[in-house]
């Protein structure tokens, strides 16, 4: 699928080209759904993702927060799927020099990760740095 060829070129830093297989992926499935169905979400995030790492943060900010809102329609605001979106959120305004949208969303993560027993998890110790640096 287009979604996963996207995938392998974000891996291997092609990211324009994994920008267009997801678009292209997107317009396929919006054919079959509406776009706030739940089966969209991680398409936003890989979208928002291609645009980050371009430097489109504008770009990335929206398809983030669209996945967001996505999930927050069928999950409860404190889910251990939204983890992923948050930091991401975080990134971006980290990005964007927004360091205090940045950290509202960083500490989010933060607590879904607490919540869920997930902290010494080793993805999540770069989280805990960003954090920690914030307040050095």
Wanted: net charge negative.
């Amino acid at each position: 699928s287009y979604n996963r060829i996207g995938s392998i070129h974000f891996a291997m830093g092609n990211y324009f080209l994994a920008l267009e297989n997801f678009t292209t992926a997107l317009r396929i499935l919006e054919t079959a759904f509406p776009s706030d169905h739940p089966i969209n979400t991680s398409l936003y995030n890989n979208i928002a993702m291609a645009h980050r790492y371009l430097g489109h943060n504008e770009k990335a900010l929206f398809w983030c927060e669209k996945a967001l809102a996505n999930t927050r329609k069928t999950i409860s605001d404190d889910h251990s799927d939204l983890f992923v979106l948050h930091n991401n959120i975080a990134a971006i305004r980290f990005d964007m020099g927004d360091d205090a949208a940045g950290e509202v969303h960083l500490q989010k993560a933060m607590e879904i990760v607490e919540k869920f027993g997930q902290a010494s998890h080793p993805d999540h110790s770069q989280m805990y740095l960003t954090f920690g640096a914030l307040h050095y």
